[in-house]
């Protein structure tokens, strides 16, 4: 069956420093994957869109890649500030536009 | 743009009674809005997809009877939680898609129920 995985332990890094969170799956060769944020009670922000022919993709002080081979995609956000801090969920497309989420890897960003 | 909304924020309600949520896209036409419930430290789950003029499309393990989805126009989706239970207690959060960019989808700031 399709699977996703985000690494559920937190990311706990330095302000200015470069976060690098990882979105894996299996069993699946979906045609884009998103990066949404998720702050504590409330919905998710999206960010970024990366289609399968796209290798990478640049917003601000973000920036995703995506392998088709390796079946994962890296998010990372350059010069880490402590209003980063929160849940990074990266969701792969499904059939009739649905997106299918992972579990979401959360970020602490300490000043 | 692309702004989502839904009311109530919060609601407690008494087992057994119904409870029903709004979701609108303020600034654009959603043709698709999906209705997600999300329980503490695990991720979004899709229940259905709610077409304008349709009937809704639920996910496996959803029942359609419990959770009524009615949308009547292109920027109002609504989410009615019938008899509900101690077990419904979750956060719902409904998302809209735009007839431009089709992939992606804007989400609302959810709604925490809690039934005692």
């Known amino acids: 069956s399709q699977k996703i995985e985000q690494n559920s332990e937190a990311l706990n890094i330095q302000e200015g420093k470069t976060a690098t969170l990882t979105c894996n799956y299996t069993n699946y060769s979906p045609a884009y994957l998103q990066w949404y944020r998720q702050d504590p009670g409330r919905g998710p922000v999206f960010l970024l869109l990366?289609?399968?022919?796209?290798k990478e993709k640049r917003k601000e002080r973000l920036k995703v890649t995506f392998d088709t081979t390796l079946k994962q995609s890296l998010f990372h956000i350059t010069a880490s500030q402590p209003a980063d801090s929160a849940t990074y969920l990266c969701a792969l497309e499904g059939s009739s536009y649905k997106l299918i989420f992972g579990s979401g890897t959360r970020l602490l960003v300490r000043p | 743009g692309a702004v989502v909304s839904q009311h109530p924020s919060w609601v407690i309600c008494k087992s057994g009674t119904s409870v029903k949520i709004e979701c609108r896209s303020l600034?654009?036409?959603?043709?698709?809005m999906f209705w997600y419930r999300q329980f503490p430290k695990q991720s979004l789950m899709l229940m259905a997809t709610?077409?304008?003029?349709?009937?809704?499309?639920?996910e496996q393990g959803v029942e359609k009877d419990k959770f009524l989805i009615n949308h009547a126009s292109l920027t109002l989706s609504t989410l009615t939680v019938t008899s509900a239970h101690p077990e419904d207690s979750s956060f719902y959060i409904c998302s809209a898609r735009g007839t431009g960019q089709q992939e992606t989808q804007y989400f609302g700031p959810g709604t925490r129920l809690l039934v005692l």
């Open positions: 709610s077409n304008e003029g349709s009937k809704a499309t639920y």
């Open positions: 990366i289609r399968e022919n796209e």
């Open positions: 600034d654009f036409q959603a043709t698709t």
